[in-house]
């Protein structure tokens, strides 16, 4: 049943990672067909996250357990609508969904984490840094990784949009750093009794993967677009996404009996 948690948690974050992602890629320099396409596999995320969600719905308090349900569905659908805009070229009306889809997919990752629904601000505080900064970093890597892919469809488009992602990707696992810095050094001063050597085997498997040898792998496709050899960054950006879902599914491990982000 924990293994249900963290997939649902993580369908969440990384769904609102690549929402956020495409929000900020622009139409202009990329072809229509990379938001249809990928707007379908953010539906797909949607569809899996409706179905665990009916499968642990009894560990839910009825009332959140429906509001998921429905907000799963509903995004499941906007999420193709959001398609079908960009399949007729409607631009503007196909950001526009995206951008609903960025608001509604935030909320729902939000009262999808038990701890939220206490009042304590610093709580609060804390789950919202990690929510964001989690999302932030996996989507943007995967959206970066999908787009290189499809300058293998289109290799005539400009190069500008998959720089900015990986700039973005950058800038997600600095705040990453910062957030988990944070986490790690209040669960060491208050949770002690936690750490102990499986606790820090986890720790250092959390920061080799998913910040170290991440920054590495963004790095490297930074260097390799200047060639450019755009299948070859996207090839890294693979071993990059891989780093990063591991990094992102240990440090919820980790946060299981924790009360701060690692």
């Known amino acids: 049943m924990a293994l249900l948690w963290h997939i649902l948690h993580f369908a969440f974050r990384l ?4 929402l956020i992602a495409m929000a900020i ?3 202009r320099h990329v072809t229509s067909g990379f938001f249809r396409v990928h707007l379908w596999v953010a539906m797909g995320i949607n569809a899996l996250a409706a179905m665990v969600v009916y499968m642990i719905g009894s ?4 009332e959140v357990r429906d ?10 659908v906007g999420s193709y609508a959001g398609a079908v805009c960009w ?3 409607k631009h503007k009306l196909g950001r526009i969904f995206i951008v609903v889809l960025v608001v509604l997919t935030g909320y729902t990752a939000w009262i999808a984490t038990p701890e939220v629904s206490t009042w304590d601000i610093r709580q609060t505080l804390i789950e919202c840094s990690d929510i964001i900064t989690s999302s932030l970093a996996v989507g943007s890597i995967m959206t970066a990784m999908l787009l290189g892919h499809w300058y293998l469809n289109t290799p005539t488009m400009d190069l500008m949009p998959l720089r900015l992602l990986l700039k973005f990707a950058a800038i997600a696992i600095l705040l990453r750093v910062i957030t988990i810095s944070i986490g790690e050094a209040c669960l060491i001063m208050y949770q002690s009794e936690l750490v102990n050597t499986q606790w820090w085997i986890f720790v250092g ?3 080799l993967a998913g910040i170290i040898g991440t920054s590495i792998m963004l790095w490297m496709t930074w260097v390799t677009l200047r060639i450019p050899n755009t299948q070859s960054a996207t090839g890294i950006l693979y071993a990059a996404t ?11 491990i980790l946060s299981d009996t924790g009360l701060y982000p690692l």
């Open 242 to 252: 891989i780093l990063v879902f591991i990094g992102e599914l240990t440090a919820q």
């Open 59 to 62: 560990d839910y308090v009825p």
């Open 25 to 27: 890629t622009s139409p």
């Open 15 to 18: 769904n609102l990672g690549m």
């Open 67 to 76: 509001q998921l349900l429905t907000q799963s569905i509903l995004l499941t």
């Open 205 to 207: 498997l959390r920061w």
């Open 87 to 89: 399949l007729y070229e």
